[in-house]
């Protein structure tokens, strides 16, 4: 089975664009998490996608947004991008409430 | 949100068991025990996760406390492509948002 995969693996953006990282999800499931990494720190949860609904948000500006597709890929979505913001991207699908699988992120870098 | 408390960092022989510990003193009812692991320049890897009893997989153990306070990981024999950073989560189900400390760095030594 095909895992979770994320493009780009890497991208560098300058203060104050926007970015769109997208996500495949495993095939079969339907759940989408977002997770973001600082570096020498743990995953910090953003949202969840179920059915392409939010489903349960972490303590993260409205400039972070999301889309879960039909096909149950996803997208986040960042805008106005500040230099905190340069961090590991991870996105983690499930089926259900099974145990989440994760892809092995977009790196993106603030200038 | 309930917390964990994990060591920093632990030390292993190659081909010795290792045991993880992990602290949760504040765990509710409900809660799962999770435990994911992050190899250099991957993303987290599901582990195994339970709910009051001992699980086994092909992967490792996990022992919970009776009281659920506490849960150890164990490793039954540690490779060299098992060091990684150990993360303890509790998460209201099993697919629900995951809430990461700072988790254990394991070193596996030859």
């Known amino acids: 089975e095909t895992g979770v995969t994320q493009s780009p693996t890497h991208l560098i953006k300058t203060r104050g664009q926007q970015v769109t990282l997208r996500c495949s999800s495993q095939s079969g499931h339907n759940t989408v998490s977002w997770y973001q990494q600082a570096l020498g720190q743990g995953p910090q949860f953003i949202f969840q996608y179920y059915r392409e609904e939010e489903n349960g948000r972490g303590n993260f500006p409205p400039r972070f947004s999301g889309l879960q597709f039909p096909n149950y890929s996803s997208e986040l979505n960042v805008n106005a991008l500040e230099l905190d913001d340069s961090a590991l991207y991870l996105c983690a699908s499930s089926l259900d409430n099974q145990p989440q699988h994760f892809g092995d992120g977009t790196r993106l870098s603030i200038l | 949100d309930a917390k964990t408390t994990q060591p920093n960092s632990m030390e292993s022989n190659e081909e010795e068991p290792v045991h993880l510990p992990c602290n949760h003193s504040?765990?509710?009812?409900?809660?799962?025990i999770h435990w994911y692991r992050q190899l250099p320049s991957q993303g987290p890897e599901y582990v195994i996760h339970g709910l009051t009893s001992n699980v086994n997989n092909r992967m490792a153990s996990l022992a919970i406390a009776e009281d659920r306070k506490s849960s150890t990981l164990i490793l039954h024999r540690a490779t060299l492509r098992d060091a990684a950073v150990y993360y303890c989560i509790l998460s209201y189900n099993q697919g629900g948002k995951l809430i990461f400390g700072q988790g254990t760095e394991l070193s596996v030594k030859p």
């Open positions: 504040t765990i509710s009812g409900t809660d799962y």
